[in-house]
């Protein structure tokens, strides 16, 4: 069995601390990720970033930092793509103060553009990302292109295996409620899971599945896709966690499973709960 980490997507809803305690009171839950969130822009300071990463290596989580919702590599207006490679640099500068592993980002939109045209764009935008982290001597933060929930937005499984096949740096993440969302309840079994893992494995390596990052909620979606995210706990709402927790066990990959429940903390202790009893299960009938 390898190691998955569980953290939420954000500051726990009942911490009131500062950034820096997160990683200390996330331990004593029993969670060991964090995903720090600079989606509104990134405005953490050097200091407290730094200090940030002290107390996660001191506590054992893993850190990673979504970066602003503000980024669109494929905009109709070069003055936004521009702007969007600034943010995304920014967003891995202050990943590199904090030791964060992974940079994660919503690539863009397809807007006017056929989605060939905005996919390249994605990718000529990103190599240029990545030029600007290697002037900087940023050489230890991933790229992480997101999945997407909406048909609107670049970031289908194979859109964004295709920028990690193209573009150095770049690690999928693999948001299974996006996915889900964008092709109306595709997930329901263990199975529709091992074909998104092994598209990316197949392809990929290493670099996919050591570990897989991944992002999980329960979702409402309509014909557009996703609308809103939903707790573990609400009936009727998919993609279901066990059969994930089973391909895990099953299969032994390492994993980091970060929670984008509208409860994070508490959805990725459930989740954390569901991987044991899998396990325990497994074990006591092997």
């Known amino acids: 069995m390898g190691r998955v980490r569980f953290g939420p997507a954000g500051r726990p809803i009942n911490y009131r601390g500062s950034t820096v305690g997160v990683p200390a009171y996330l331990k004593n839950m029993g969670l060991d990720a964090f ?10 300071s050097e200091n407290d970033a730094r200090q940030l990463g002290i107390a996660a290596r001191n506590h054992d989580v893993l850190l990673s930092l979504h970066a602003p919702y503000a980024i669109n590599l494929s905009s109709e207006k070069q003055e936004t793509i521009e702007a969007s490679i600034e943010r995304l640099v920014q967003a891995a500068r202050a990943a590199s103060w904090m030791g964060a592993y992974l940079v994660v980002f919503h690539p863009g939109y397809y807007g006017k553009r056929s989605t060939e045209e905005a996919l390249r764009l994605c990718i000529d935008s990103l190599k240029r990302v990545v030029e600007r982290l290697e002037q900087e001597g940023i050489r230890e933060v991933l790229l992480g292109p997101e999945t997407t929930g909406k048909t609107s937005q670049v970031g289908s499984p194979e859109e ?11 690690k999928p993440v693999l948001d299974f409620a996006h996915i889900h969302a964008r092709y109306q309840g595709c997930i329901r079994t263990k199975d529709d899971y091992l074909k998104y ?3 990316f494995e197949k392809e990929l390596g290493d670099l996919a599945v050591k570990p897989l990052h991944i992002h999980f909620t329960h979702v409402d979606y309509g014909k557009s896709g996703e609308r809103a995210h939903r707790t573990l706990e609400e009936p009727g709402y998919g993609p279901p966690f066990r059969p994930l927790a089973e391909l895990l066990v099953e299969l032994g990959y390492d994993a980091v499973i970060i929670s984008e429940s509208p409860v994070l903390d508490q959805d990725a202790l459930r989740m ?4 044991e009893e899998v396990l325990r299960e497994k074990q006591g009938g092997s």
């Open 35 to 44: 995903e720090y969130q600079a989606v509104r822009g990134v405005r953490i």
């Open 160 to 170: 964004v295996l295709t920028m990690c096949r193209e573009v150095p740096r770049c």
């Open 197 to 199: 893992v092994q598209l």
């Open 272 to 275: 954390k709960k569901i991987l």
